[in-house]
């Protein structure tokens, strides 16, 4: 009898060194932590308090030799955790499910954790995070390291993920020659929208779109579309040129550029008007191209906004060594497993279910399998 965990912690290296005072297996102490705060713990004394409580069910599945580790153990632990190799065992496992149902649209952006301190751009803990879009699944995630930003650490993100049919977007902050150049190296297209104070590649795109308008746009794609709620109204107009010429050099592969225009009406009244322009190496429609940018943003809306309502990362005081950036990507784990459980209620009702409900942890846990 066994659970998927097991088999994805089986080969994570060991940060402690080999003496007879290590008392708690590694697999043991990470598995209980993962399910710890799938169950709603948001710190090291409520994951050991987990534990203790929930040692029974775990008897058939860990060794457990010494007992359930103590909140220091288990800070210590992660403080010295490879942060990268434990995120790459998770997103190997992620990935699994991905190809089962078809990967295709992956979103790369950046997050801090405001209360965890760290001397970066941000000031404080910032993880860079591949997400699956429809899969609603992590599949990397790097922190930022000391004194750096998170355009140097998106290529080490996308570095450990086949990219193999894989359309990335990013936003604007991630415009950068090297980086869709990787893309197209590791067999994916990307969707990047440019950035605001690159003024060559932004004046070489309004000229394309200056060219084509004299042209009455004869030949490009356009499309629309409109969406109501809350007394808002959003109209987007998108136009596509294939193959567009006068750009700088050095941008792999580009298929077409996009115009996203964007209204927006609050309480019938105009709020806002923008317009943003978007390079890409696919040639598709109009419509289809709006909605991979469109649904870049589940990013925000499935995994940060959640992060912050459900898991409360941004008052996660986690600073020692790598221990943050370890916790952070359980949190992710934790919500990818629970959007995908066949359960109703909010991602907070779910943790709740899973540390009262040791069949519902148990069929969370299980609905991934690895290869």
């Not at 948001?42 to 029974?56: C, I, N, S």
């Not at 003024?199 to 070489?204: D, E, Q, T, V």
């Not at 317009?275 to 696919?282: E, K, P």
Request: with cysteine; aromatic share 8%.
């Amino acid at each position: 009898m066994s659970i998927p965990l097991l088999a994805v912690f089986a080969d994570v290296p060991d940060p402690r060194r080999e003496t007879k005072n290590k008392l708690h297996e590694l697999v043991d102490i990470l598995t209980l932590a993962t399910c710890a705060v799938i169950a709603g713990a948001d710190g090291w004394d409520q994951v050991a308090a987990f534990g203790r409580a929930k040692q029974t069910l775990f008897a058939p599945y860990l060794r457990l030799p010494h007992g359930v580790p103590s909140p220091d153990t288990f800070e210590r632990v992660f403080a010295k955790l490879d942060p990268d190799a434990f995120a790459d065992r998770f997103g190997r496992w992620m990935a699994a499910a991905c190809e089962s149902t078809g990967l295709v649209h992956v979103a790369i952006d950046g997050k801090s954790a405001r209360r965890s301190t760290k001397n970066t751009f941000t000031g404080c803990l910032h993880l860079v995070e591949a997400w699956a879009v429809e899969n609603r699944l992590i599949l990397g995630q790097r922190s930022v390291p000391e004194g750096g930003h998170e355009i140097t650490t998106a290529p080490d993100v996308l570095g450990a993920l086949d990219l193999t049919g894989a359309v990335v977007t990013v936003d604007a902050a991630f415009c950068q020659k090297e980086l869709v150049s990787q893309i197209r190296t590791q067999g994916g297209h990307y969707v990047v929208c440019v950035k605001g104070n690159q003024k060559g590649l932004r004046g070489a795109v309004a000229e394309v779109f200056a060219r084509a308008g004299e042209d009455a746009f004869a030949g490009c794609d356009m499309g629309s579309a409109v969406e109501d709620g809350h007394g808002r109204e959003e109209e987007r107009y998108v136009t596509v040129v294939e193959d567009p010429e006068g750009l700088p050099s050095g941008w792999a592969d580009v298929g077409a550029v996009a115009l996203v225009c964007r209204e927006r009406v609050v309480n019938g009244k105009p709020n806002e008007s923008t317009a943003h322009y978007y390079l890409t190496s696919l040639r598709i429609g109009a419509v289809e191209l709006a909605g991979y940018i469109r649904n870049h943003w589940g990013i925000e809306n499935g995994l940060h906004w959640c992060l912050d309502i459900a898991f409360r990362e941004d008052d996660s005081r986690a600073r020692a060594g790598h221990a943050g950036a370890n916790l952070g990507m359980i949190r992710r784990v934790a919500l990818s497993l629970l959007q995908r459980a066949d359960t109703k209620g909010s991602i907070r009702t779910r943790r709740m279910k899973a540390a009262w409900d040791d069949q519902y942890l148990l069929k969370v846990l299980k609905i991934l399998t690895t290869k």
